[in-house]
Every structure is written in C-alpha cells, then in structure tokens.
T-cell receptor
C-alpha cells in the first residue's frame, strides 16, 4: 500500500530534550516536506526537500533541522524542544516538484513539550 | 499576516443540502488552488484542485469555483453526506510545490 508513515504518533517530552520524528514514504517520491498544524493557522511548512541531500527552509524553520540521506526518509529533528513547538506535525511527499503535483500526507505526530 | 484565509471556522449543514466552504487569498501570485479534507487522527487528503486559468472544476459531488478578481474560491458539496463531516483546508501555490494553507473550516453534516 502506497503511504507516508510517521513515528511516533504521539510524544510527550520536556524542554531541551532532543527528539527525532521519523517520516518514510514507499512511493519513490522525490519531494518531501514537513508541516506543523496549529489552531486557526492551518498547516505551515517547516522544511522541504526536493531530492536526496537537497533541503530548504519553509515558512517556520526556526528550532528544527532535517536531513535527506535516502530518498524514502526525511526525519525532523528538534535539537532543543521548547513549549512553543507543541503542535501537530505532518510529513508529506509528492512524486516531483511539478506545479500540479499532489502532496500525500502522513497520519500526523502530536507533540507536547512540557 | 495570513495569505490564505478561511473566515468560517465551522459550518453545519443538513444531509442532502448544499455545503459551501469559502476561502479568500491576498497573494496575487497564487496560480493553483487545492482543497484538502482531514478526518480526526488522519493526515489531510487531496480533494480537488483548480488552476488559475479556469473558473470552475467539478469532480462528482464536489465543485470548486475560482473568482480571481475577488481573490476568492469556494468549494460546493452537493448533496452533502454525513461522511463529508471533516475539516476542510484551502491551499494555494505560487511556484514550485510549496503549499500555503488556510486555517480550516470544520464541516458538520447532520443526518
């Protein structure tokens, strides 16, 4: 089954404790991205990657890191999480960066930073 | 400031009637518009899209209308079904693959 998977689905942590949220897609997609969803603000893009070893900042990159060492994986790293990073996170992928390409979203990771 | 706005946080409609969800945008560079649907505990799923060269796109019960001069688009669902109850996000692209989302509208379809 074609899908985007994220782990963990739920995470409670404390301020300053490094964490990684994994994202994997099995569709051989070139493009992958991370979003965060906050009430009333919709989804905002954190980082994106157009291919292996190519990453770039989205709208809200502060406090996050990403890497794209393999085509299928795009982990999101919070080196020193803070309470304002409490949010619902979505990973997405698409076949290419074409203008009309549809992005497929993972199921989400709900993060609470205490 | 948000470039894509959905001014109605929620909408309640009777089963069988029309649901109309609205979206306004400010960036005139947006050229492609999409609607995503999201159920609880799931990621958004693509519903329908429209290019700025069109003013209407239809797919079964779903129709999206685009009014470029007013910078406004709407999603019509006819007839509405209880399974359509979800949060609907409007999104826009200006270049490449970056999506700018609205805040979402929660649609409740009552049996």
């Amino acid at each position: 089954e074609a899908q985007v998977t994220q782990n963990p689905r739920y995470l409670i942590t404390v301020t300053g404790k490094k964490l990684t949220v994994t994202c994997s897609q099995n569709m051989n997609h070139e493009y992958m991205s991370w979003y965060r969803q906050d009430p009333g603000l919709g989804l905002r893009q954190i980082y994106y990657s157009m291919n292996v070893e190519v990453t770039d900042k989205g709208d809200v990159p502060e406090g996050y890191k990403v890497s794209r060492k393999e085509k299928r994986n795009f982990p999101l790293i919070l080196e020193s999480p803070s309470p304002n990073q409490t949010s619902l996170y979505f990973c997405a992928s698409s076949y290419s960066t074409g203008f009309e390409e549809t992005q497929y979203f993972g199921p989400g990771t709900r993060l609470l930073v205490l | 400031d948000q470039q894509v706005k959905q001014n109605s946080p929620s909408l309640s409609v009777q089963e069988g009637r029309i649901s109309i969800l609205n979206c306004d945008y400010t960036n005139s560079m947006f050229d492609y518009f999409l609607w995503y649907k999201k159920y609880p505990a799931e990621g958004p799923t693509f519903l329908i899209s429209i290019s700025s060269i069109k003013d209407k796109n239809e797919d079964g019960r779903f129709t999206v209308f685009l009014n470029k001069s007013a910078k406004h688009l709407s999603l019509h669902i006819v007839p509405s079904q209880p399974g359509d109850s979800a949060v609907y996000f409007c999104a826009a692209k200006s270049a490449g693959n970056m999506l700018t989302f609205g805040g979402g509208t929660r649609l409740m379809v009552k049996p």
